[in-house]
């Protein structure tokens, strides 16, 4: 493939990447306010699912990180694997975030009696932490959208062979998609204590 074929790869996917960035944010926001009871499909809530996706989350961390390594030390072949499997673990924690939350309330933090109220003495209780939760749910939900087009076009630039590009966003992709897979981990681990309320 020489240069230009390249270049028209990449430009190939420059509408796809767009319209795939703005469909799943959208898509998994209607998602995620549709509960399968309101259609009268009675289903367990799948709340086996938070600690496996946290876990895939994990996962994607250790991936994203191995690949670095390996490219690093010259190994491409390693680094494509690594990070196509890291794509793919964010792709089954969408899946599984989504479904979760179709079959189950969301879980308030701080929310000890499990009403999914936070009363004055709940959220007293909770204290700073949940600021400190809060701030981190929602840069990791902030980031999380934005890292689609940037882990869409590393990718592409990468299969296009233009590694110039590639190397050059895979400098801003890399740490803001660590920080989301990372955080996704943290998140659970603090909310995981009112799943059982």
Not at 16 to 36: E, N, Q, R, Y
Not at 164 to 171: M, S
Request: glycine share 4%.
């Amino acid at each position: 493939m020489n240069k230009l074929d390249n270049k028209t790869l990449e430009q190939r996917f420059k509408f796809p990447i767009i319209l795939v960035s703005i469909l799943i944010p959208v898509v998994v926001a209607v998602l995620f306010t549709v509960k399968l009871k309101d259609f009268g499909i009675e289903v367990e809530p799948l709340t086996f699912l938070p600690p496996i996706y946290a876990a895939i989350n994990g996962l994607t961390a250790l991936f994203l990180v191995m690949g670095v390594m390996a490219i690093k030390n010259g190994n491409q072949k390693v680094h494509e694997r690594f990070m196509t499997t890291a794509i793919a673990c964010s792709v089954i924690f969408l899946v599984m975030y989504v479904a979760y939350h179709m079959t189950a309330d969301s879980t308030v933090y701080g929310d000890i009696d499990g009403n999914k109220i936070l009363d004055a003495k709940e959220k007293e209780y909770a204290g700073t932490m949940r600021s400190v939760y809060l701030f981190i749910l929602l840069t990791h939900i902030a980031l999380s959208v934005a890292i689609i087009p940037l882990v869409l076009i590393t990718y592409v630039r990468a299969l296009a062979a233009r590694f110039d590009k590639h190397k050059k966003i895979a400098k801003i992709t890399f740490p803001l998609w660590l920080y989301v897979a990372v955080t996704g981990v943290v998140v659970y681990l603090m909310i995981s204590p009112y799943y059982a309320n």
